[in-house]
């Protein structure tokens, strides 16, 4: 199980720095940090944490998809790569909205769809790359 983990950390790490790079260089691209951001706020807004910062909550949130794709692609990606990474993808496109989110920053046009679900595709390819080296 440690080695799943450590693979699904290696490739969440992967998923942000290609997410990170993309959004900080070109133009009409995700912005999933954006979306994750609007859901942490909405998660703490009955309890007394309050991250108005903005530089806290991007931090906040990353930490918080870092540890969470670790968790699912360690799960799911180190036995069924390609299907764990399409479904994450298909997912952080189809359930913003259905959770009251506002799914723009990821599915506002065609390219961002593609381009959304090609990450989570890359991180979970990254994971089964790792895990298939270290198991």
């Known amino acids: 199980m440690v080695k ?3 693979a699904g950390l290696g490739g969440a790490i992967a998923l942000n720095l290609l997410h990170e790079i993309i959004r900080k260089n070109f133009n009409n691209v995700p912005h999933i940090n ?6 942490l706020q909405k998660a703490t807004e009955s309890t007394s944490l309050e991250i108005s910062d903005p530089d806290k909550l991007y931090r906040a949130t990353l930490a918080g998809d870092i540890v969470s794709n670790a968790i699912y692609y360690g799960t799911t990606a180190t036995n069924h790569n390609f299907t764990s990474g399409l479904a994450a993808g298909i997912g952080a496109i189809v359930l913003p909205q259905k959770m009251g989110l506002n799914d723009q920053p990821v599915a506002e046009n065609n390219q961002k ?13 990254v994971t089964k790359f790792i895990y298939d080296k270290i198991k």
Do not use: D, P, Q, R
């Open 4 to 6: 799943k983990m450590l």
């Open 34 to 39: 954006e979306l994750g951001e609007e859901a």
């Open 113 to 125: 769809k593609i381009m959304t679900v090609g990450y989570y595709l890359f991180g979970a390819l």
